[in-house]
Nanobody, 124 residues
Framework: QVRVVESGGDSVQTGGSLKLSCAAF????????MAWFRQTTGQERVGVAI???????KYAESVKGRFTISKDNTKKTLYLQMNSLKPEDSGMYYC??????????????????WGQGTQVTVSS
């Protein structure tokens, strides 16, 4: 069964750090593009960080220099290291995979596989 499972969300104070994990099952992890999206109540999912098929990474402007996306192909796990967290980083973080649909890298509709999300709350 094709699925991804996120973990690592927590409540932290401004300036803190968190590392999110996304375990992948049922698809060729090393060759799939994957991404992290964030969603807050009443808003669409917004792309945070992307890793392409070839390992190339992309970041939303708001997180550049603070977040790092990485893949461990041996463990079939995607990570998001988040440093210098701000209250505006709060939200439900979703792992996604399989970006074979057309469109922008940053459009959530491009991705076919989604996890259940993990909550990140940053307090001031």
């Amino acid at each position: 069964q094709v699925r991804v499972v996120e973990s690592g969300g927590d409540s932290v104070q401004t300036g803190g750090s968190l590392k999110l994990s996304c375990a992948a099952f049922g698809f060729p992890f090393s060759t799939y593009c994957m991404a992290w999206f964030r969603q807050t109540t009443g808003q669409e999912r917004v792309g945070v960080a992307i890793v392409e098929w070839d390992g190339k990474t992309k970041y939303a402007e708001s997180v550049k220099g603070r977040f790092t996306i990485s893949k461990d192909n041996t463990k079939k796990t995607l990570y998001l290291q988040m440093n210098s967290l701000k209250p505006e980083d709060s939200g439900m973080y979703y792992c996604s995979a399989d970006c074979r649909n057309g469109g922008s890298w940053w459009d959530y509709r491009r991705y076919n596989v989604w996890g259940q999300g993990t909550q990140v709350t940053v307090s001031s």
